[in-house]
């Protein structure tokens, strides 16, 4: 997650949606009071040298401590953290409050749904074999939490949160819209996109069409239809 004052907006990182690329990237652009929420909180390897800057300014500051807060600052020797890699948009929202959502420009990068929970099942499953890994139908129905993040991270009372979206589909042409919002230089546009940053745990033979039979398609589509529907995504 960043929130830049310096440009006035706020990035809410999504799941398997190439948000890690896309942070990195952003977190270039920000200023020193700026806040970049930690990049390794997911347990991610991370391309050698495409990290050029920490997180910074997310974690609670002296003043906002509690007394049992005190407790940890004195144990673990660092404040708490207030905001987290992959907060939900609502959350932020509370957290600097509504007049500041309310100015910033508020954006996240979503993804096919279909193609996002195969990535999803292989990052799931990453330390399993394949004879030991379940069909992905069988995940789903185990972990079917997993499958509508980008709603449960973008979204409060039925509605969507954010002003913009980037597609991965799309990525340099809704960048593009985006940094031209927030009145940046052309070249923000390659700084923000780059390289694939994460070490992929999908096959790229993978491809989703041939992995989901029907049932693993119709049930992504019950979970998933906020996405499909604003988005206009298909199998």
């Not at 949606?17 to 990049?39: C, F, H, N, Q, R």
């Not at 997180?55 to 003043?63: C, D, E, M, P, T």
């Not at 207030?82 to 932020?92: I, W």
């Not at 033979?205 to 029907?214: F, G, I, N, R, T």
């Amino acid at each position: 997650m960043i929130c830049s004052h310096k440009h006035r907006f706020i990035f809410i990182k999504t799941k398997k949606t190439a948000s890690t690329t896309l942070e990195i990237g952003l977190a270039k652009l920000t200023g020193p009071e700026d806040i970049v929420t930690p990049i390794y909180s997911d347990g991610s390897k991370i391309k050698e040298g495409s990290i050029e800057r920490p997180g910074q300014n997310y974690r609670l500051k002296l003043s906002e401590h509690g007394l049992r807060d005190f407790f940890s600052l004195a144990y673990n020797r660092h404040a708490k953290q207030k905001f987290g890699n992959h907060d939900s948009a609502s959350r932020v929202r509370s957290l600097l409050g509504q007049e500041l959502w309310d100015a910033y420009f508020t954006f996240t990068v979503v993804r096919n749904p279909f193609d996002q929970v195969v990535s999803m099942y292989f990052w799931d499953n990453r330390h399993k074999s394949e004879q030991e890994r379940p069909s992905v139908f069988e995940w789903m129905v185990e972990k079917p939490w997993q499958i509508n993040q980008t709603w449960q991270l973008c979204s409060s009372d039925g509605s969507w949160l954010l002003d913009d979206y980037i597609r991965l589909e799309h990525l340099e042409e809704d960048t593009t819209r985006i940094v031209q919002r927030l009145g940046l230089s052309e070249d923000a546009v390659g700084l923000i996109t780059g390289q694939s940053m994460k070490t992929s745990q999908r096959p790229r033979s993978a491809k989703y069409q041939e992995l989901l039979d029907e049932r693993s398609k119709a049930l992504i589509e019950i979970l998933c239809h906020n996405e499909i529907e604003k988005f206009g995504y298909s199998f």
